[in-house]
Every structure is written in C-alpha cells, then in structure tokens.
C-alpha cells in the first residue's frame, strides 16, 4: 500500500464510478481477505493484520447494509491508520474491533474510520448527481437514495447532513419525518 489513501483515492484507483460501490472489488484489488467473524451482536467487525496479509472479520448475523458499513469502517483503519502506533497481539497482529463504541463518537480513529466509511460507500460526486434529480429530499427520496447506496437510511441521512443537503437540524433517528 502507498501509505495514507482517501476514500476517493481507493475508488479512483479502483476504477469505481457507479454505486453501489462493489467493496469485494476493493478487497481483491489490495489482496484483502473477508472472513466470516461469528460472534455476539454487539461485534460488528475487526481488522487484522500479520505481515502483509490482511484480514477483514465481519460478522454475517447482522444486516448487509451493516455489514458492508462495517467493511468500509475497516477499511477506513487500513488505509487511514496504516502507518499509525498500532495495537499488536503476540507481538505482529494488529486487531482493531468495529462494535458498540466505534459509532459512540469519541475516538478520533474511529469517527474518521467511520468518515472514509461514509465517504467510500456514498461519494459525494455521485450522491450529489442523485440528489440533484429531486426538488425536495423528502424521507422517501432519502430511503430511496439509501437502496441505491445500499446503505441504511440513518447512514445516508447524516451524510446528507455532514454534505449540507439536509439541514443540521433533522434528527436522522426521527422516524416521523
């Protein structure tokens, strides 16, 4: 790897320019290895590396939106923190868990984990191009832009937000909106 890479970076180099964003293009493309992670509900993912080998654990109970959410955050770790002090296991593996606290916002590696994550999967020159073709961003438009990203609506909604084309204001949890 080149060392630090934007979300628009791997997809540049990925050659990706259409939604949703095919991650296990991704995968292959950095010979990163996506592994099954059986566990309790509240893991969602984790990072490993030996070496120049490279795994992705993911576990398959939760939803495929969540999952490939999940993907994208560890993705985030290996090409954000990559160069980065890093965690070590028996001396040469690196675990960095997806769970509970990753989206509890006060670890800086892990809301910019979740930045490339919503970054990679919904990029904003293509989501840009999708919400230019509807005058109002009503819940529908937002849920329907989530299928196309599939992502989840929550996710989109604050992308939304954090690219300034929903008010600040909305509560993305409310779902009488």
Known sequence: MKGRMTAADVLKECGIRRRPIPLE?????YSIQKVRLEGSADIFGAIVRKGRRVSIGVNPSQHPNRQRFTIAHELGHYF???AE???YVDGDFR???????SSAGVDWKEIEANRFAAELLMPERLLRADVDKH?????????MLASLYSVSRLAMQ???INLGLLPP???P???SQ
């Open 173 to 175: 949890s409310d779902d």
């Open 85 to 87: 002090d890093m965690e």
């Open 80 to 82: 954000c923190h990559n």
């Open 25 to 29: 293009r991704i995968l292959r493309h």
């Open 95 to 101: 675990v960095s868990w997806r769970n509970n606290a």
């Open 135 to 143: 005058s109002v961003l009503s819940r529908d438009v937002v849920q």
């Open 158 to 160: 604050y992308r939304l």
């Open 169 to 171: 204001d909305v509560d």
